[in-house]
């Protein structure tokens, strides 16, 4: 049952996928993404990470797609201004990825036997993770308040016009 | 003491030299390279004859990788020693006053001195490398900023080429310490051990490592081209640092470093060196007979000497190698003299070119005169400098092989063809337009010029003042392998 | 941690500064800041401390952090009169300070978790800074190709990481070493090795992950590119080498073959390419990628020296390169040309550029008595002492190509004659950072004790 | 007293460096006095030990030289029989020449310099032929050769008078080198280059013995080149370019016969190797030949004595060839007599004549010219070989050896003394007798002062006397040349185990053919240039081929020039602009080019896109993956 | 995989592998640097179920936390890449990557 699960959830994952990348328009590519990540999430629900599923649609879905929407809008990019790359092009970047993941696959596959029970552990749930987070990784959480503010003062930056 | 002394002596005039007023920038330089020259001389004189090194100093300098500062002088150091303090003062007394930015240029040449002494009593690979590099930035300078035309590619291509062949050396040299035993240590005596202790292949390997350097810096055939480019293109003062002295440190380097090393090495393939070596002499020396331009011709006449105390050297008998130090003193002095009448014949005329000039001696017969002593002693006639070191050189040659004694012979033909061409051409017959109005030898030349001369003659006759010197050393050196 | 706390705190300071209009006194502020920072780390010196397991305060640590911090405190001297003229300086010396938190997270990190926000806080703050001449193109392309090329080299960095998660089950250094020293799962660990190389051979610059060094490098502020070849440059391969020595030295036989491959297409692309450039920026952000070739070597052959051969190159390599865009720099403000002719002639109105240019130049080149040739040295004693000679002596060649452009620099500088008279100005920070940068890459070339002495 | 020897080549060296120093401050006849007397001391010095030599050998040890290891030479000279005739010949004949060169050199502005390059190589050739060791000799040997150049050249100004000094010296550098190669063998073979040692040790080795032959094949190219000899012969006849004292003194007396002293004091080497003492002859004698079908037809009157004393050289090596070492020392003495003569009379002809040299244009010169002419008639006949002159009783003496061992050599020996006769005396004929066919307008004719016509005088007696010394045993004489040499010469002859002459009669016979055959060709230049007054023709008319190929040296020179000089030069240029410049300069520059068009094209890798870049990555993550785990 | 009930890591890993995949093959095949940047979010994505799915093997919740910091750095860098994306379209008035290509060669 779990097993199907995955696959329909998988299959779903690369088929928006592939169309977040083969779609023209950048809107389309960008609700396609939103579905792949819907599907990573309900990956993550499979793997008993319950929380992390929440987080990944709130911040994946949520935050960060409605920011390149914004962006998207911003600069008015809602029709199709790109230019395309010629066909060449996009066979050498088909057949890279290919080969990469081609090369990838192959040289993981067989590394190891090792299976999954789905729904058995309870490393996901929010309590858990609670204690290793601000337990164990209290450092790097904190570290990663600089990196934030970095991000944000970066973006601010950037962002403002300067006064001249 | 007394050789940190005279580095560190020659070091910081070499400083204090940039901020000498312009006015006695050139006196500062002279007087204090003339200390230096006294101070080795009196070194010279009190040299105890034996085989050991004298003077030795050892520093830890850095410890973590057992390199020392450690220098120290044998009979074989203190000559070339004589040779650099005995050079540079004549060398800086040389320079014209209307050089530009002439403090620079003293500085550097004082500079230089310093690197010259250090090349010639480290007693560390790594102080040794550091020396051998050193030495090189000066020169470069020198050449870079008062040379002449074509000076930018020349000069790169100089430094590169010598580069090339230092590289490889300190390939050699951080293998060779690795091999050391025990502690590793730079220490000469550790790396001849670690050095005889190697196969016979990875010797074979280390020796063309090595050949690559001294042999660039000589230079041998095949690996000259940068040498008459340079020669013609540099400054005179830096011409005759290069010919006078720095190529001596390619021959040092042969005898000091190498061969005690690495002697299945040169057993192995002393043979092609030696060909190498002679080919050169041959070469070189026939590529002069037709050269227009005097400092080319010498230029070529410098690669087909130094063919021959490197075939000297590489025979390695006491004949060959005394030879060979005995003839890098008098090539030395040979050649500054010479390039100096150049650099003369040049300020008054503004050519270098033989078939422009001719009738010099009508007008200065002075300059001819001791022009044609120095270049005696250039084609080794006897009592001339010139003479013992060739005699033995192609005897210690003769001796390793018949044939390249025969064939390496053929320089002291060679030799006088092209030297005498250019004497009849520049100093006799008639005068041309260019030497119409040439003046005779100033006080201040012939303050540089008679020192070489009396050099010449004196090592011409009485070589054993010099040879008994390194004597013990080259035994030792032959009854180490 | 002291130093992060310090460093933190000054980068939030940085920013307050611009609310409470306390910008004239932010300079001093900073250096105290650095000053103290670099007080309390040295004092850590030989007393080793774990943070939550997260970060080893060994003395690894310490001394690359001493080491950033000096260049860093370098470094705001040289640029300070550039950002003056900004009217964010705030927003930069905050974006500075944090990323040297991110480059103190770098040397120090005990968990693939800080390393990833170690390499990211630094990445994060140096795109930005890339960027930050807003209405410059150039700066605009090179923030954003730097960007992009760097997020997506963290893809892989972070594959890398999960792949070495999934093997040993932990992101703590010390577990992963233990793990994988039982010899599990080598496949799958030696694919997340060769990814996690791939990913910090991205950030350090290694051929053929370098392609974004000389555009970034060239369209970037020279403040910011100063800041990139030797701050980001020294934490990079600090980080790179703390993980493999401590993490995969025994796969070494499977990746230093790769690694080596890699050093010498570096080495070849980053010497061949220099030598044709007309810029001086250009050619340095090429010698840049050269020099992560050579220091890699050091990788390659990885021993108990090698560690002394990253730090002494690293940071000898930074001082010379800080040394070379400092008066870079100035030059190319005076001239308005970062071209090479801009050098042609100044030796004789300004002799301290040229002299220190000189040295800096024959530092890069690894010429002695200066610093670069004992850098170059001892990669070379590590690598021939590991065996691998025939690196060493592809190395020699790309040696003597480098001399070839740095040289051309030198003769720019001696040999056309003067087109004009007028000194350049140099102002007191900008002499002060020159005279140090000078007096260091002799004096460690003469005495390399000076730095090697502490590990 | 032998000791005081020791000094003599010091005096003319002092000689040179006073004068050399002071050079113009010095007025001329306070250097002409200095240097003259300086050579007198020598002499008298020299003539005090040749009194006191009496077949003994001493070394006298001056000072070390060079040591290394086992090698050593050192400042030795050697006083024996052998070095005390030529230390007589060298100082005698040259204060004789010094003398006759005040008057020669007067009016020349470069006087002074003269002198002392006289007697700087007077000093070389002392020590030339006082050294106790090859290597010493080798110094002398090189000295002289230097000398010759700077005097060959002295007019230096002419271009032709510098090739010509040029040429002297690069053709004795030939010798040279073969002179030391000679030298380094010895050392490998004896361990020393003393004679002393040498000759000890020698005894231990066989006839024949192939080191002994190729140590002393190269020591006589060495003399060949000093002496010479086929195929080093050509610089001597362009040597005359130098002042005729000089061609007297150096060019004709002593310098040239070094090869012979060389030769001869090797003698037991020589005598140990069969071989080389048959090519030693037969250079000899086909020089001696060849060199005088030269001068039959020589127009200019050093050239045709030059070309007689490379004939005559060719007859030394002869002697020395067929073992005769002291007919051939004989005939070095006789012969510095009779041509230091002729060369003398030659230059009071030339300054006569105001620089005129060529025969065609003299004549009749009789009358002008009584004491030249008469001496110049001794010299004559003294070469010719007329009983009782002094080169009747050395030459035949050579001729009687060579007949004993090789009919052959001593056939072509007649030969050579047959055409010998006929151009001295056709050189003699067309300068005194007949009518002056120069242009008398301008040059007038006149004998030469004292101080030149006397050491003509003087040497014309001792041509004339001279020979005596060497009255050979079937004469009646007590050859007392030979036995004063015998203590040097003896150990050699003793190797050889020559047949001593071949009996009193057929040594007579042989002399009565030499005579009358010298007779007849005097006859024939008589009734050539006497009864018909025949004069050669001038330059440019159409030459019989053998006359042309005479006239012309064979073309000796041009075959050189073909062969040697120019394609030298060629490969000079050839060597320089095609090796040099295009094949190791351009491996070299190549590589920088390399580097430069590579790095060219490395630029275009750099695109600039970020997609390419990208590429880059991720087929280099493909690559690298799939190497190391694929 | 008899049991329905057990996933074989092996499929995690292939899917995670398909969908980083894709992602590249997204960076390389677009030219707009909004759909580039969604790709690299796509890579991110891929890596972060890869954590999940080791985190549940080992069942160590370490690889969840990594995961958000995964996600933290994924935000702060695409914040910052939006910004910059912004100021270079304030310039040159495209998101074409190809049209940055001034710094070359």
Partial sequence: MTLYLFLILGFFAVLSALMVVFSKNPIHSILYLVLTFFAIAGEYVLLNAQFLAIVNIIVYAGAIMVLFLFVVMLLNLNHETEPHKSMLRKLIAVIAAGLLMVVLVGSLKGADTMAIQPFSHNAGLIENLGKVLFDQFLLPFEVSAVLFLAAMVGAVMLGKKDIK | MPIIALLIFTFATALIGLFIPIRYGNRFAFISSLIVFIYSLYLFCTFPITADFQYVVDYSWIQSLGIHFKVGMDGISVLLVMLTTFLTPLIIFSVRKSEPRPRAFYSLLLFMEMALIGVFVSMDGFLFYIFWEIALIPIYFICLLWGGKDRVRITLKFFIYTLTGSLFMLVGLIYLYLHTPGEHSFDIQALYTAGKSLSAHAQCILFWFFFLAFGIKMPIFPLHTWQPDTYSDAPTQGTMMLSGIMLKMGIYGLIRWMIPMLPVGLSQNAQYVMWLSIAGVLYAGIIAFTRKDMKRLLAYSSISHVGLIAAGIFAFNGQGLQGGIIQMLSHGINVVGLFFVVDIIQSRTGTRDIASLGGIRLKAPYLATVFAIIMLGAVALPLTDGFPGEFLLISGVFKFENIMGAVVGLTIIIGAVYMFRMYQRTILGETSLATENFTDLTAGEKAVLIPIVIMVILIGVCPNLFLKVSEPAILKLLGGI | MNTLIILSALGVVALFAEIFRFRKGLFPLILIGLAAAFFFTAKEYNHPQVFFGMMNFDNYAVIFSCAILIIAFLWFMMAKNYFLQETSVTDHFALILFSLVGAVVMVSFNNLTMLFLGIEILSVSVYVLAASDKTNVMSNESGFKYFLMGSFATGFLLFGITLIYGVTGSFDLTTIQHNLSTGRETYMALAGVLLLMIGLGFKSSLAPFHFWAPDVYEGAPTTVTTYMATVVKTAAFAAFYRLFSLCFWQLAAHWTDVLSWMVVLTLFIGNVSAVRQRSVKRMLAYSSVAHAGYIAIAIVAMSVPSTCAILYYTFTYSISSLSAFTILFIVSRHKGSKDISAFEGMSKANPLLSFTMTVAMLSLAGIPPTAGFFAKYYVFYTAINHGFTWLVLVAVLAALVGIYYYFRVIIAIYFKPEQQLVPIKVGPLHRTVLIITTILTLLFGLFPNLVLGWL | MLQYAALIPFFPLAGFIILGLLNKRLPKNLAAVIACGMLLISFGLALGMFMNISGQSQEVQLAPWINVGSFSASFTFLLDPLSSIFLMIITGVGFLIHVYSIGYMHDDEKHNIFFAYLNLFVFFMLVLVMASSYLLMFVGWEGVGLCSYLLIGFWFKNKAYNDAAKKAFIMNRIGDLGFLLGIILLFITFGSSDYHTIFTKANGFMSGDAMITTITLLLFVGAMGKSAQIPLYTWLPDAMAGPTPVSALIHAATMVTAGIYMVARSGILYALSPISMYVVALVGVVTAVFAATIALTQNDIKKVLAYSTVSQLGYMFLGLGVGAFSASVFHVMTHAFFKALLFLCAGSVIHGLAGEQDIRHMGGLRKKLPITFITFLIGTLAIAGIPPFAGFFSKDEILIHAYSSNKLFWALGMLGSMMTAFYMFRLLFLTFSGTYRGDSHKVHPHESPKVMTVPLIILAILSTIGGFVGVPESLGGTSQISKFLDPVFKPAQAKMMMVEGSGGVSEMMLMGITITVVLISIFAAWYMYVSRKSVPVSEGTKLPFFTKLSYHNFYVDEIYSALITKPLDKISELLKNIIENKVIDGVVNASGKVTEWVSGLMRFVQTGNVDFYLLAMVVGIALIIFLKLM | ?105
């Fill in chain 5, 1 to 105: 995989m008899g049991d329905l009930k057990t996933i074989p890591m092996d499929w995690y890993l292939l899917l995670s592998t398909i969908l980083f995949s894709i992602g590249v093959m997204g960076v390389l095949f677009r030219r707009n640097a909004i759909i580039i940047f969604m790709s690299i979010e796509l890579m991110l994505n891929a890596v972060n179920l890869l954590l999940v799915a080791f985190s549940a093997y080992h069942n160590d919740a370490n690889g969840q936390v990594f995961v958000f910091f995964t996600m933290a750095v994924a935000a702060a860098e695409i914040a910052v890449g939006l910004a910059i994306l912004v100021v270079v379209y304030r310039n040159t008035k495209s998101t074409d990557i190809d049209v940055l290509n001034r710094l070359k060669g």
